[in-house]
Nanobody, 124 residues
């Protein structure tokens, strides 16, 4: 069993930056892919970014490409999402997820464990 706890969300002005963290416990994640998704009010959950077990392969949604960087520290069982040049449309609850294979996926249904989420609110 894996438990995931996200942190780092908050209220930020447009153009600002945030670094989200996702700490995992209960099992080592060094061989698992991880991803970030988000869900805005009244909208479906959408893919943001994913990273392979080694960190060598990353995937980004077009909406955040060039503004986001996903990274991981396997020794700390932690994955990060750096988001720059934040826009009001980035406002959402951000969730991290674990996929019990080495390569990431842009599909939420491919992930096996989810965190509770952290709220990101971007003011204009």
């Amino acid at each position: 069993q894996v438990q995931l706890v996200e942190s780092g969300g908050g209220l930020v002005q447009a153009g600002g930056s945030l670094r989200l963290s996702c700490a995992a416990s209960g099992n080592t994640l060094s061989t698992y892919a991880m991803g970030w998704f988000r869900q805005a009010p009244g909208k479906e959950r959408e893919f943001v970014a994913a990273i392979s077990w080694s960190g060598r392969t990353t995937y980004y949604a077009d909406s955040v490409k060039g503004r986001c960087t996903i990274s991981r520290e396997n020794a700390k069982n932690t994955v990060y999402l750096q988001v720059n040049s934040l826009k009001p449309e980035d406002t959402a609850v951000y969730y991290c997820a674990v996929r019990s294979v080495q390569m990431g996926s842009i599909k939420g249904e491919d992930y096996d464990y989810w965190g509770q989420g952290t709220q990101v609110t971007v003011s204009s």
